[in-house]
């Protein structure tokens, strides 16, 4: 079957089968490898896309789900050759280990500061509860969000920026401890189902 749809900005037509899943288009057929395969569940996150800015599990959407939308993969962070911001803040709070869960974490921070520029730590936590970290680096990936945070508010309204930047500091409330997750272990993707991830066409989470 024919699929048209947008990715990372560019318009593609492609002949895709009828049980093809996101994830697989990107990878196999696009060659655009950041979105990973993990579960293939929806439970860990580590196939996180935006589609039309929205937060999403590829390995969750058909491919035909997605047509005549815009996709954005991690790939589409970098623009003009130059890190995205949040990407940079990954970089310089240490919020990467082993990576693999990385991709996914960029997406739905971003996802999340296309909706809100300004989240507070419990929106942030949220909009990660479907993406797990082995590596319990969350304490560090809450430090990053909130860095890139603070960067595109101080872009927008410069006093306000300062305010923003202490906030990171620690005043917007209390840091994790070491080694809490936010995923389902923790309950949290149970409480707050699909919280920064959005509905498919049939009205399930993805």
Do not use: W
């Amino acid at each position: 079957m024919e699929l048209r749809l947008r990715v990372n900005g560019i318009a593609h037509t492609l002949e895709v089968e009828p049980q093809a899943r996101l994830l697989d288009v990107l990878r196999e057929q696009l060659g655009l490898t950041g979105a990973k395969e993990g579960c293939g569940e929806g439970e860990c996150g580590a196939c996180t896309v935006l589609m039309d800015g929205l937060a999403v599990n590829s390995c969750l959407v058909l491919a035909h789900q997605a047509r005549g939308r815009s996709i954005t993969t991690v790939e589409g962070l970098a623009a003009a050759g130059g890190l995205d911001r949040l990407q940079q803040a990954f970089i310089d709070q240490g919020a990467i280990q082993c990576g693999y869960c990385t991709p996914g974490m960029l997406m739905s921070a971003k996802a999340l500061l296309l909706a809100e520029p300004d989240p507070t730590e419990e929106q942030i936590r949220l909009a990660l509860a479907g993406n797990l970290c082995r590596c319990t680096g969350y304490v560090n990936i809450i430090k990053a969000i909130r860095e890139a945070a603070a960067g595109e508010v101080a872009l927008k309204d410069p006093a306000a920026g300062v305010r923003v930047g202490k906030a990171a500091e620690g005043e917007r409330g209390q840091e994790l401890p070491q080694g809490v997750l936010l995923g389902n272990e923790a309950g949290m993707a149970e409480s707050a189902p699909a919280a920064g991830k959005v509905l498919s066409g049939e009205g399930e989470a993805v």
